[in-house]
């Protein structure tokens, strides 16, 4: 996907800091938020990396290493979010009988479901979010 690098370059944006919002409110979930399915979907999909995963599996199902270089996540904060996509139900985990172990990790039909979101979020971020211009010195 073209925007991975354009995704990283925008740390300090105000959509990621959107998306940080909705995941702090997954912590603390109120009356409105369980009955609200806007709030209980961004419990669900409200932290970076969880789309981040989502967006690299949309091509298809991908290793672990695969997802680590694609991503840009530390291996362990990778590992939890892994493991908690797939006890989402968002995410499959298939491990093959082979010498070294391999294991793949796919989006389930909950999972494809989230992408339309992520691809809004492409455009939203496309659309309002440009990379800063680089001045030329000279």
Known sequence: FHCRAAFRSCQGSAILRAVKRMARARSKPSDAANVCPVARAARLLGDTWSLLVLRDLAPGPKRFSELLASTGISPRVLSRRLHSLVQQGLLA??????????????????GAAALPLVDALRSYGERWLPLPTRRSHG
């Open 93 to 110: 985990r298939r491990a093959f009988a082979q010498v070294p172990p391999r294991v793949e990790y796919a989006l389930t039909e909950k």
